[in-house]
């Protein structure tokens, strides 16, 4: 043994070998390509919004502001179908937030939490739990927007906006 080296305690010994198990089992991901897969799959829903939009505005006549609902409609009503047939998870695992960031991400969270609790029943589980996820989404949304609210009251005051 070397001359400043003191021997390892027990503890270290568990420390060291507990490092080295996380090691092995963590996964080694590269940021670059997930970046990637999240820039794609968000790219290919906003395409697809895209594609009703124009559908919905040049063939059928609607309005903008009609046809963007239509777009919302049909994009949360496919995300909630995919997540009811378990595909659109698959998707958030390889397209991670170019999934759940937009409003398909959102719907998903929605009823993945309808899903998981239904067993518990229609009132204790579905309509206690369904907005565990999306409920901080829905809590930090609209108290961001009326800190924002606020903030653009107080500059149109001073003159500012």
């Given at each position: 043994?070397?001359?400043?080296?003191?021997?390892?305690?027990?503890?270290?010994?568990?420390?060291?070998?507990?490092?080295?198990?996380?090691?092995?089992?963590?996964p080694?991901?590269?940021?670059?390509?997930?970046?990637?897969?999240?820039?794609v799959t968000?790219?290919?829903?906003?395409?697809?919004?895209?594609?009703?939009?124009?559908?919905?505005?040049?063939?059928?006549?609607?309005?903008?502001?009609?046809?963007?609902?239509?777009?919302?409609?049909?994009l949360?009503?496919?995300?909630?179908?995919?997540?009811?047939?378990?595909?659109?998870?698959?998707?958030?695992?390889?397209?991670?937030?170019?999934?759940l960031?937009p409003?398909?991400?959102?719907?998903?969270?929605?009823?993945?939490?309808?899903?998981?609790?239904?067993?518990?029943?229609?009132?204790?589980?579905?309509?206690?739990?369904?907005?565990?996820?999306?409920?901080?989404?829905?809590?930090?949304?609209?108290?961001?927007?009326?800190?924002?609210?606020?903030?653009?009251?107080?500059?149109?005051?001073?003159?500012v906006?």
């Open positions: 043994m070397a001359q400043n080296q003191k021997p390892q305690t027990m503890q270290e010994k568990k420390e060291q070998a507990y490092q080295q198990h996380v090691e092995q089992v963590t080694k991901y590269s940021l670059s390509w997930r970046m990637c897969k999240a820039f968000g790219g290919i829903i906003c395409l697809i919004g895209q594609l009703i939009l124009n559908y919905a505005t040049n063939t059928v006549g609607l309005d903008k502001e009609t046809a963007g609902s239509w777009c919302s409609m049909l949360v009503l496919t995300s909630v179908i995919l997540t009811g047939f378990n595909l659109y998870p698959r998707l958030v695992e390889w397209g991670g937030a170019g999934a960031v409003i398909t991400g959102f719907a998903n969270s929605i009823v993945s939490a309808a899903i998981e609790y239904q067993k518990e029943g229609q009132v204790f589980g579905i309509g206690c739990k369904i907005f565990t996820i999306a409920g901080p989404v829905i809590l930090y949304g609209i108290f961001t927007s009326w800190v924002l609210g606020i903030v653009y009251w107080v500059m149109t005051l001073l003159g906006v």
